[in-house]
């Protein structure tokens, strides 16, 4: 027996079928281009990699991979900032690089490597996505667009930890903590965010007291408002002219490699 539709059903379904698509398509459109990294690749490069993207929260203090344990995903953060620790034998931390929507979690895994001595944690909470090791690497191992555009965020965030020690080095409290709020400023895209003068101790490598200090320096001069654990940068343009001359160094690298033209 052959069915008949009825000719409005037919066009509702066929409406309904347009919209649902669409709202996908806005959607995928909407994750990707919160992630810089995502929104660099060419189209082809992207498609083939939607069917494995995850949409993810992601919780305050979540480990993503620990030293030595296999990375079993591979994140890419939205508005979320992700601390790469590194530990001491007598459990002091640093902070030896940030990543954020500019970038990925998991380098080590892409690369290769077998083995590698930091930790990455999530420091402030959103959303991202992730994907398998295995089918981000077997990507990557095609060569073309998204390995050349990894590669330059190797070289990018090789320059952020190279850039960090020297500053951990030369620069006061004060520079250093101005340059390191900016960062996660722009790793999440915004001005407000939660964060404790104990953890922003631990990630720079001092005293809670000196940043206590640094802190109410900042915030007398009008830069940042600090209450409570929630950090609001009120006056950008003062804090940068405060910061060491490194926030400006990272942010060029950055700005640089995504910006630059890919071949697939």
């Not at 409005?8 to 281009?33: D, K, P, Q, V, Y």
């Not at 490069?45 to 979540?62: A, C, D, F, G, T």
């Not at 902070?95 to 077998?114: C, D, F, N, T, W």
Request: net charge neutral; proline share 3%.
């Amino acid at each position: 027996m052959r069915l008949v539709c009825d000719p409005t059903f037919c066009w509702l379904l066929s409406f309904l079928s347009a919209a649902i698509e669409g709202i996908l398509t806005l959607t995928n459109s909407s994750l990707r281009l919160k992630n810089r990294l995502l929104a660099a690749l060419p189209d082809e490069v992207y498609q083939r990699l939607l069917p494995h993207l995850e949409p993810i929260k992601l919780s305050i203090h979540q480990v993503l991979y620990d030293t030595g344990e296999p990375i079993q995903y591979i994140y890419f953060p939205h508005s979320t900032v992700v601390s790469l620790v590194a530990t001491m034998e007598d459990g002091a931390t640093i902070e030896i690089s940030l990543v954020g929507r500019e970038g990925m979690v998991g380098i080590p895994a892409i690369l290769h490597s077998v083995s590698w001595t930091h930790r990455a944690f999530v420091q402030a909470a959103n959303g991202g996505v992730r994907i398998k090791t295995e089918h981000l690497r077997r990507e990557f191992d095609r060569g073309g667009a998204l390995q050349t555009l990894l590669l330059r965020y190797v070289m990018a965030s090789y320059t952020q930890t190279a850039q960090t020690a020297a500053c951990n080095r030369f620069h006061t409290i004060e520079e250093r903590l101005a340059r390191w709020l900016l960062l996660v400023s722009d790793c999440v895209n915004a001005d407000d965010f939660s964060l404790t003068q104990e953890f922003i101790a631990e990630m720079l490598g001092t005293r809670r007291s000196g940043v206590t200090v640094a802190a109410g320096i900042l915030q007398r001069a009008g830069m940042i408002r600090y209450t409570r654990g929630k950090i609001n940068i009120t006056d950008r343009v003062a804090l940068e002219a405060t910061s060491c001359e490194c926030y400006q160094v990272i942010k060029r690298v950055f700005d640089q490699f995504l910006s630059a033209p890919l071949v697939d």
